[in-house]
């Protein structure tokens, strides 16, 4: 981290002693949404793998990769700059915030019609000793 810190004030003006602290703070927060965004992600990965039914990691999946989609397009716009490509960076993430959601609900409705029933009830833990005590 710090190297990355000198190596951006050095490409900024050429000297160490001097640091472009815009490029600082830029690279803090890309660094910052990009972990996140990842950290989310990879919750939302495992939630659908680990949860019990169709609902469940429907919920896993819809929230949180929306969530991490936004967050690794915040870290591309720390990165873009002010340009043409922020604003196309933010035209997508807009579109995501909206149709990620609705499509979610979609398919969990469709689901529903189709006659797929929650499962409800307490859950029981898997016998993995066959039975013998």
Known sequence: MIYMIFAAAEASHGAVHHIDWLAVFRLIGTVVSLSAGLFFVLAGTIG?????????????????????AELILISLIFQSGWSLMTLKLLLVAFFLLVTSPTATHAVAHAAYRAGLKPLTGKMQAPDVDGGAS
């Open 48 to 68: 659908v793998l680990r949860l019990p039914d169709f609902y469940t990691r429907l919920h896993a999946a819809g929230m949180t990769d929306t969530l991490g």
